[in-house]
DNA sequence: GCGACAG
DNA sequence: ATCTTGTCGC
């Protein structure tokens, strides 16, 4: 007998979470985007059972990438809606830790506050971390859709946490993660879009890395 | 029972 | 996320 995974413990954990989290959530200020230098992105790409997790590190003002670094293990839990964060988080958290520069801002490729306990990926990080963190997702998890002036939000947990933009023909889901405002990070977001990629500057190359470095091309 | 469901 | 060929268009 072998149980994959204790879904109700996942549960009970990401309430525990959730609740420092939306106690730390009262008291954000915007952030000052000229003081932002370094600003990482963390993805993944499996490939036969292992799991290649990707921090990649980059000049916030100039885009260039300055450095990255990958961990490699096998998949804690198999993917769960609503628990990505017990399966990718630790490889990204000791990815971010083996950096040499210490990120102003991590960007993660999911949801933050639009999640059903309000403790998404993006959020979990960040909150272990202690670092504000911007969640994108190209999907919806949850949340109710508001039009406000012409422009889309996610409402959860009786707030706005999520803003909804188009970008090369895409949707993309910007949410709290943590420690910053809906505001911000949406500022911070589309600085760091470009028409090359359908995914903010950080996310979109460590997607790519994580891609190359898992099949072993370019 | 039905629909929803990040990566 | 991953499995997968060709095809359309610049």
Redesign the pocket.
């Known amino acids: 007998m072998s149980i994959v995974f204790d879904y109700r413990r996942a549960v009970r954990i990401q309430r525990a979470l959730a609740e420092k989290a939306f106690k730390s959530i009262e008291n954000i200020g915007r952030i000052d985007l000229d003081k932002i230098k370094y600003v990482v992105g963390v ?5 036969k059972g292992l799991m290649y997790g990707v921090a990649v590190l980059l000049d916030f003002s100039s885009g260039n990438v300055l450095e990255h670094s990958v961990v490699i293990k096998k998949p804690p839990i ?8 017990f ?2 988080a630790p490889a990204y958290i000791s990815a971010v830790l083996k950096l040499r520069h210490e990120p102003d801002i991590i960007f ?5 506050l639009s ?1 059903p306990r309000g ?4 959020t ?1 990080i960040g909150l272990v971390l202690d670092k504000p963190s911007i ?1 994108v ?6 949340g109710e859709i508001r039009e406000i002036n012409g422009e889309k939000y996610l409402e959860a947990h009786g707030m706005i946490v999520a803003r909804i933009i188009k970008h090369k023909g895409q949707e993309l ?1 910007i949410s709290i993660g943590y420690k910053i405002t809906l505001e911000d990070a949406y500022l911070l977001t589309t600085k760091l879009l470009t028409p090359k990629y359908k995914l903010p500057l950080p996310t979109a190359i460590a ?1 790519q890395l ?2 190359r470095i ?2 072993r091309k370019k």
């Open positions: 993805d993944a790409a499996y490939h198999p993917y769960v809606p609503g628990l990505l964060a399966r990718e993660v490729d999911g949801h933050g999640h403790l998404g990926i993006a979990h969640g997702a190209k999907k919806k998890l949850y889901y997607d994580s891609k898992a099949h």
